[in-house]
């Protein structure tokens, strides 16, 4: 919130506000900032309190200022990062009333995803900015991401300037990066810290470590160990060998399918019956289970649309019985906050928020977030719409707005042509309103560039695409192989739109939204007991992807030579494809050429310039 608004804070007495104990109705309006005025359903039910409480964030990505968009489910994400600090620190207050243990953990990836971390000026280093706001919170334990590997000078500046502000809580346990020491020495150490030990303020001894996943994607002079090779350490047996009250496993790893059981079991095998509360990340979901009747696994979604909590009754340590614990995935907005901090409007704002959202505000002035390139007629979704459709981002991206930006100031552009890219390369919805600076960087934030092959037949080409996303049988083994490889690299989209697909299917999607009853937002179904959503919302449509996206095939004759133009890191995958396609030419790299200096992240904000005003 910009200081100037202040006034408008005082002024907003007929804005409902969701706190217990005071009359309000089911939806309130949201009138704060510049937002639209939107209806937000409130919390369906106080939070469960035990002896230890956890908030927890994931995924991050630089969206700290929040969703600002008005078609739902963007506005149950519209609080922004000064909001979620004035959140802790009023219930860091209640847990005080309560004496109970309060934390505040995340499991990593701050860089990439929106302006404020990716629209530095030349000379910059991601994130750099936008992070200091992040070390403005509490955080008790903060774990290493992938994407905070994928540039060494991101790393380097974790290493640098953010770690050491966490005092050793900022935790890279089987993550190092290659520096020169003090005695000029080439050495490669910890980003963060291997694992901390702390107490509590209820003096609760805890043991914590900080794991990222097999991740192969990172940088040259940054190393990442295998999870399994790790448990092997003898610094990881020293770390766990003495019995704390809980063990605090945090991690870029996702709670389900991936390694934490290697963790789990490697702590078990020590302390059978220790409680282990394990904070996960990393496929933007909301998930939940327990790998015994003493632990419990929380992911917390994605971009600040989830806040995670957690509560766990430990009081009786000695107790070997199954323990109680609860989880809760928070829509972060005001009304949230305000309800489960129990203030009202007028007295939710601390000081501290109110200079973080002044400052992030400036932040986005400062990189000229806010520059415009037009206004969007409409939503183009990646996966509410069918592909094809005019609704469908990926439609808009393929067949209209690549082949406008592309050919812009191109001597090929009197040549037909098909265009091709992957469906990965639209990383987040456009929503009708303004087009901005910021959103370009978040909805197509990869700068790759555009190569093409010269007088293929339009015959051939037209079935490159097709052949790319085709899964024949004999293929299944190869494409399950591949999906692993990207995994390993960090590519988690198939993991959340499955999620999704899941999600609208188990819900009973279009009967849930036909009745109109409740807004659009996210419907977790998890292994843990009881409802995990703070608000219950009607499940988001979901219409299934292809991997690859194309332009409309020219109206000429299969004979007509064109050009075949691609994104640049599928060539060698495209001309396989070429290849066994056709038996005329045998295609290699030397019949690949540069198209266009224009690169995929700047395509939409050239074609909203041209059509969006």
């Keep these: 919130m910009q200081l100037t608004s202040l006034l408008a804070l005082a002024l907003a007495t007929v804005a409902a506000r969701a706190c217990p104990g005071e009359e309000h109705d089911h939806a309130h309006e949201h009138s704060r900032r510049a937002y639209p005025q939107t209806h937000l359903t409130p919390p369906s039910r106080p939070l469960e309190w035990g002896d230890v409480n956890i908030i927890h964030t994931t995924d991050s990505h630089g969206w700290l200022l929040g969703h600002q968009k008005a078609s739902f489910p963007e506005p149950n994400y519209s609080g922004d990062f000064g909001d979620f600090a004035s959140f802790v620190a009023h219930m860091k207050q209640i847990a005080l009333e309560k004496d109970v243990d309060l934390l505040l953990v995340d499991s990593g990836d701050l860089h990439d995803g929106t302006g ?25 334990v903060m774990a290493i991401g992938n994407h905070e590997l994928y540039i060494y000078a991101n790393t380097l500046d974790m290493y640098k300037n953010f770690a050491p502000k966490l005092n050793g809580r900022y935790l890279s346990s089987n993550v190092n990066i290659t520096v020169l020491n003090e005695h000029n020495e080439v050495v490669s150490v910890p980003v963060g810290s291997r694992y901390a030990k702390f107490k509590t303020r209820k003096g609760r001894k805890v043991t914590s470590l900080g794991v990222l996943f097999d991740f192969t994607g990172n ?39 991936d390694n934490w059981p290697t963790v789990f079991e490697a702590v078990r095998a020590v302390h059978p019956t220790t409680p282990i509360l394990i904070l996960g990340g990393h496929t933007h979901i909301r998930d939940c289970l327990q790998l015994d009747g003493r632990s419990i696994a929380l992911e917390s979604g994605r971009y600040m649309e989830t806040v995670g909590w957690m509560s766990a009754n430990l009081e009786n340590r000695d107790s070997k019985k199954n323990i109680t614990f609860t989880r809760r995935y928070l829509d972060p907005n005001r009304v949230t906050y305000e309800y489960h901090t129990r203030r009202s409007n007028f007295s939710f704002d601390t000081l501290q928020g109110r200079l973080i959202t002044q400052g992030l505000n400036e932040l986005a002035k400062r990189f000229d977030l806010g520059d415009l390139f037009g206004t969007a007629p409409q939503d183009y979704t990646i996966s509410q719409a069918p592909y094809p459709s005019n609704n469908s981002l990926l439609t808009l991206f393929g067949a209209e707005a690549m082949p406008y930006a592309l050919t812009v100031n191109n001597s090929r552009a009197g040549v037909p042509n ?51 996303n085709k899964a024949g049988a004999n293929e299944r083994r190869e494409i399950h192989e591949r999906e692993r490889e990207r995994y390993a690299r960090g590519e988690v989209d198939m993991r959340y739109l499955q999620w999704l697909e899941e999600m609208d299917r188990r819900s009973n999607g279009p009967a849930r939204r036909a009745a109109q009853n409740a807004t659009l937002g996210y419907v977790t179904h998890d292994n843990c007991p009881g409802v995990g959503d703070d608000v219950l919302h009607a499940p988001l449509p979901f219409y299934s992807t292809p991997d690859f996206i194309g332009s409309n095939a020219p109206d000429v004759s299969d004979d007509t030579p064109i050009d075949l133009v691609f994104v640049d890191f599928i060539e060698t995958q495209l001309l396989q494809i070429l290849n066994g396609l056709q038996s005329t030419k045998k295609y290699t790299s030397a019949d690949v050429l540069s198209y266009t200096d224009v690169l995929a992240n700047a395509v939409l904000g050239l074609y909203a310039q041209k059509y969006w005003n």
């Design 418 to 468: 098909v265009m091709i890219t992957n469906s990965g390369s639209q990383r987040f919805d456009v929503y009708a309103g303004p087009f901005s600076k910021n959103d370009q960087l978040t909805a197509s934030p990869f700068a790759d560039s555009f190569l093409y092959i010269p007088d293929v037949p339009a015959g051939i080409a037209t079935q490159v695409l097709p052949a790319l």
């Design 116 to 140: 404020l971390s990716d629209g530095f000026p030349p000379g910059g280093v991601d994130a750099h900015e936008s992070n200091k706001f992040i070390l403005d919170l509490p955080y008790d």
């Design 219 to 257: 940088d040259v002079n940054t190393t990442v160990q295998k999870v399994g090779d790790m448990v092997k350490e003898r610094w990881f047996a020293e770390a766990i060998k003495e019995e704390p009250d809980f063990f605090l496993l945090v991690g870029h790893m996702p709670v389900r399918n």
